[in-house]
């Protein structure tokens, strides 16, 4: 049996989780921001799913995680085209269970329009014993018939509370806590890490890079951009962060930090939107750091 899930999780969202469980679908669309947890999830679902523990799934023989391209970071539709020789896979005997086969594909808004094509097929025929665990950061960038075919979960927000009391459990005081839960923008895994002094997680080096953003002279915020327009990923974390921050601080700001979130949050937003439809980043990041 897989081990326990160590992620906050709202309570509604963790019903639907356990009722996903106990009735298990051939698919399931897992939503939320980046950094709120859906990669852990995937995995702890696909062991949950298989009766194993959550550590041999990277190495389980059949489970498929659909990889990113190394130069592009998008998937290709060669990497859907291999589900089809994956799904032909014989599960021996001695392992059969109910759920023999998960096919993950994490970040699924890197799926191309001909890969979201391509595993149309898949998701409309799927062998019985098979599940596909999906997550996206952005559903709006998936095919309506993509998510037509495929029952959703999104990571909802803990409350602030909920997040300050793991926060002191671990040992920050409340005046630090607050300050972590507001430069992690309520992002559970962030907060955790930066309250731990954790190296690892991924969106370290983006948080850093928001609170620059919004700390720094114009000049200094000219570098920083520099810095972003060399690094896609980093770029779109980076506005994410900032959405997280702003919606998490307009709960107790007032007067002239109101209006500054505000701003931080629509301009964040309008990036985010520009960037979806291939706008220049360079120019998207110079409007943003303009209003902030």
């Not at 095919?143 to 999104?154: A, F, G, H």
């Not at 980076?238 to 701003?263: F, P």
Request: net charge positive; with cysteine.
């Amino acid at each position: 049996m897989s081990s326990q899930l160590d992620l906050l999780l709202n309570s509604y969202t963790l019903r639907q989780l356990q009722e996903y469980i106990k009735y298990p679908s051939s698919g399931l669309l897992i939503t939320g921001p980046t950094g709120s947890g859906k990669t852990s999830l995937l995995k702890w679902l696909a062991a949950t799913l298989l009766g194993v523990e959550t550590g041999r799934i990277d190495a389980h023989p059949y489970v498929y995680k659909l990889p990113p391209d190394t130069k592009t970071g998008k998937i290709s539709i060669d990497s859907v085209r291999l589900i089809d020789s994956f799904l032909g896979k014989a599960v021996p005997i001695t392992t059969k269970h109910p759920i023999s086969r998960i096919i993950i594909i994490d970040d699924a808004e890197d799926l191309g329009l001909d890969a979201q094509n391509a595993l149309l097929k898949n998701l409309e025929e799927p062998p019985l014993d098979s599940v596909f665990l999906i997550s996206c950061a952005k559903p709006s960038m998936l095919l309506e018939t993509v998510k037509s075919r495929l029952p959703t979960i999104n990571l909802a927000s803990v409350s602030k509370k909920t997040l300050l009391d793991r926060l002191l459990a671990i040992g920050l005081d409340n005046l630090t806590a607050t300050q972590v839960i507001a430069l992690s923008g309520g992002i559970p895994g962030l907060a955790i890490a930066l309250a731990k002094n954790q190296t690892d997680h991924s969106l370290l080096a983006a948080a850093d890079m928001a609170k620059k953003m919004l700390i720094s002279k114009q000049d200094q915020k000219l570098k920083l951009i520099s810095i972003l327009v060399k690094d896609p990923k980093l770029s779109n974390d980076v506005i994410s962060i900032l959405q997280q921050m702003a919606r998490i601080s307009l709960e107790t700001s007032q007067g002239e930090q109101t209006k500054r979130w505000q701003n931080v949050l629509i301009y964040s937003y309008q990036a985010e939107t520009n960037l979806e439809t291939n706008s220049n980043l360079r120019l998207t990041l110079s409007q943003l750091v303009l209003h902030i």
